[in-house]
Every structure is written in structure tokens, then in C-alpha cells.
């Protein structure tokens, strides 16, 4: 790898962005760089499932084109960008890392897709998630799990660990993630980087594999917040084609990032998101970071949220039970797998067979739980309680917010764990999601960003910011504030503490030959 | 416990149209009995005063002219079917002998 294309691949979104615009670096040279990366290290890390070389290079020698011209393109143009695989594209197959939708070609390109597109952004290819974005550690993908880039025998996170792992390791200068809840916040944590999921609504969800739709959000993936910040001006915004999309005015979330002072900022810690099941790591580098934004002019405040506690509960009836309506659609008929049971039988046959061939276990555990959580007899108990539960959690975060202008916590309970550690225990599993599901059933804004090394493990550990509905831009401006303070004290990005990659696959090539 | 069956499962996977072996219909038993057991705390704290949120950011009246938009082309509406006839999805028997 030449020094060139170390360079290239080491720089920000922003940074690489700027000089493709100054001419300094090609957007094809950018691409190329990338793609070289992922030559030499996605073997080992599993970060995509699929590449497109050819589409991505074209796509750049276009905007280079562009550039030639002398017209003007956004701050992000000839950027090369990951794609989760839930989001559908015309041009790369759609999986949702799913056997059922196999080389699924869609017809029309998810409208974030289109968005970055249009921006001048060159998607690289698809990244690795947890089927139908159900986990959080890419082990349940069926093509396989995702390796994290500072340890490659442990989890990168999940459902977005594909993306994650493709900002951390350098193989792509940002990504797009989906959180339904904490898909892009969790893998941020464990991979040093940066993510955001938006408020609900705040960002087009046609064109993502819906998950559970009244939780599912997309978001950026980025290595720091101020690239989040501009990935997020790009695909925000009102889409008729989705009818829970807002019709709020944003402001610039990038100049939120680029102002960022925290100068008398109220800043919630709540009780219920710190004692028990966490780190001591975890828990060491979030009180350090609120101890650093207090020294520079924030004010903490002790809050109390009861019905967090029974917040996991909610979500696991709310989720499987609008999944199991979702997934209804994978019927084998108008796309994806079709499997024959062996001697034929009636179209009802071929989808029980269909579903049962293409669904990962993760999948099925969790159809057959929403589809109890709605059967009669049951559907008053269980999802209509859980929908209670959604409605005090909207009241524990509507009281903390009258008293503060953020809410501070750790972003999950742990640092990354070996893969295979919590595979086949699912509700040891779903404790990973802890901090950063009460987000999603309240429909706020969060963000996660690198608070440094866990001591006992060296293993990244993250901060959480959460802020009332429509109120993204403080999470930039808080993120952007303690970003700077950290990265000032650390001498560089959390991400250049990290053990070289090469290396890292080196040796385990040479363990494996042993 | 929260006592959910084998039978209940393949109930369920039969609603749900997943062709499950008796393998898997055992091992999901114990693990959706202890998962129920665990989110059944929900209704303890539920109680008849409580109002169920469904949405997030509850939206009203979401609508749009209504005009002819932008669609699939047939082409492209069949490009992903496991089996078309160039106009129509192709499936096997609808209904079977008993019915």
C-alpha cells in the first residue's frame, strides 16, 4: 500500500471531501484507495457483503468530470461512502443479510441512497448486518459474521456492524447505518467511531427493509461527528414517499458541529442507565468525559427514569410483533427464495417451506414471539402493555428534558465481546441494547461518539447524547464540543490508538497456520 | 413460567407459515418461554390509566394529491418473481385436495 493511499484512506469525510474540491485528490484516486483497502484487509474483516469496483470507479471519474468542469458540488462530493445492506439499490444486490432475498436486485433505490448519489458520494458496496437487522453483533447474519477491526476474534457490533467495521478499519470514509434500537449507536461504541440516529422521521426510511416501522431510523456512520453532521444534512429532510417523514425545517447539523460550545449546557445523567451490568471501563470513561465538559462550562444534573427499566420488555414485544407483520411479505411469490417442499404441494406448502429454508434462527425466534404477542388472548397483555410502557418512557424523557437540554450515558453496557460469547443466549443478547433502546421507543435523537480505552480490555467504550424530538442539532454541538476536548487531550482520533490492522490479520493468519 | 407448549409453537409457526422441524419447534420452546417470562414484567407497570402510544411522533392526515404518480413497469415488477409468465407471478395450486 503506498503512502498515498494511507493518506487517503486515514483522512475524515470532510477533510477528503475538501481536497477532492481543491483538486489536490481525484475522486477516482479516493475510490481507488478504498477499494485497495478493502482488497488487503475485508478478507479478515467481513465488512461487505458485496463490492462494486467498476460502478464505483465510473461513479467517481463522473464526479471528477464534474469537478474538471468548474461546477459546484457539496461539501461530501466524490466521498466514498458505505451502504448498509438495508437499504435497497438498484445497481448492488439487497439483502438485508438474508438467504430469502439473495441477489435481490430492487427496482428503485432507497431514497438515502438516491440522496447521496446526488450529493456526488460514491457508494463502495453493501455492508454486513445481522439478519433483518435482528442482533447485535453481526452473528446472525447468514453470510456470515463481521470481525471488529481492533480485535478481529471479537464482535463489531450490530445490526450495523458491517458499517462500523468498514469506517473503523478504513475501508470506507463514512457509512449509512439503520437503528431500530441502537443498530448504528451500538457498533459505534465497540468500533471507536461515530454514529447517529436521527429523530424519528427526520431522515426518509423508503427504500430501508423495514425491521419494526415504528422504531426503524437511518442514520450516519462516520469516524467523527462532524461528518455525521454533513452526511446528515444530505439525506434528511421531508420524502412524500414516506408518510412518517417530518416536515420540519432543519438547520445545518454541520454548523452545530463546527460551533460546538458547551458553555451552560444542562446535561441529564439518568440513574436507571449506569449501576448494574455495566463496566467498570465503560462507566470510568463516561464519568471522565462529564467531568471534562463540566471544566468547560456544562452543568450535570442527576434525573430519575423509572420506566426505563421495563424499557427491553417493551421492546421485545413491540419488535417482534410489528417484524412478524413486516417479514409477512417474504411469501415467496413477488421476490426472493422459493423452495419447493419435496413432492410438491399448494402455494401455502411452498411458503412454509420458503420461510423455513430462508430465515436464520434469530429471525424465526422472533416471528414466532411477535406472532404470539399479537394472537388473541394474549395481544392486550402483552403488546398493548408494551405500548403503555412506550408511553412512560415518552413521559420519563418529557420530564428530563424540562429540566435539561441533553441526557448523558454510557451507549451499552460492555466493550466488545468475543464473537460466539452471547450467540446462543438471546436474552443476554438483547442487554447489549440496554442504553440505547428507550431512543427509539421515544422517537428521539442520539449519538454516539469514542470516550476512549476501557481500562481492563483497551477495547473502545462510547458516550451517548440523547435530545428531544427535532432537537438533533444539540447532539451535534454537545458530540462536536467533547469530540474536540478529547481529541485535544488524546493527541489525535480515538481510531489512531488502534492496533494496525495489517498486523492484527498478519497475526492471525500466522495463529491459524500454527 | 410463563408454560407456553411445543403444540403452541407449532401453532404459532403454522400461523406464521414456517415449515419448522420438531428440533426447532423444541428449542424454541424453552427459549421463547424464558423471553416471555422476562418482557411479561410489562404488564405489571401497564395499568388502565396509561394510554398505548403506537407512533412515536404521532402524524395526522398524511396525504397527497391524488394524481397518478411514478410506478414499476411491469418489467421491473416482475424482475425479482421466482416465477412469472411475463405478465402475472406464477404459484403453485392455491388450493389443496382436502379443500
Known sequence: MSDN??????L????LGARIASGAVTSVQATQAHLDRIDAVDGAVHAYLHVAPELALAAAARVDAQIAAGEKLGPLAGVPIAVKDVLV??????????????????PF???????????????????NMDEFAMGSSTEHSAYGPTHNPWALDRIPGGSGGGSAAAVAGYEASIALGSDTGGSIRQPAHVTGTVGVKPTYGAVSRYGAIALASSLDQIGPVSRTVLDSALLQDIIGGHDPRDSTSLRTEWPSMADAARNANVQGLKIGVIKQLQGDGFQAGVLNRFTEALELLVANGAEIVELDAPSFEHAIAAYYLILPAEASSNLAKFDSVRFGLRVNPQGGGTVEDVMSATRDAGFGPEVKRRIILGTYALSAGYYDAYYGSAQKVRTLVQRDFAAAFSQVDVIASPTAPTTAFKLGEKLNDPLAMYLNDIATIPANLAGIPGITLPAGLADEDGLPV??????PAHEDARLYNVGGALEQLLVAQWGGHLLEQAPDLLELIAAAAEEGAR | MSGISAEQVAHLAQLARIDLSPEEILSLTTELDQIVDSVAKVTAVATPDVPATSHPIPLQNVFRPDVVGE??????ALQNAPAHDGSRFKVSAILGEEQ
Request: no cysteine; aromatic share 4%.
Open chain 1, 109 to 127: 433505490d432507497a431514497t438515502v441512497v438516491k440522496k447521496v448519489r446526488e450529493a456526488g458520494l460514491i457508494p463502495l458496496g453493501k455492508t
Open chain 2, 71 to 76: 410506478t414499476l413497469t411491469l418489467e421491473q
Open chain 1, 12 to 15: 475524515s469525510a470532510a477533510d
Open chain 1, 5 to 10: 493511499t494511507r493518506d487517503i484512506i486515514r
Open chain 1, 89 to 106: 439499490t438498484t445497481d448492488m444486490p439487497s439483502t438485508s443479510g438474508s438467504k430469502i432475498l439473495e441477489g435481490y436486485l430492487s
Open chain 1, 462 to 467: 462510547g458516550i451517548q447524547f440523547l435530545a
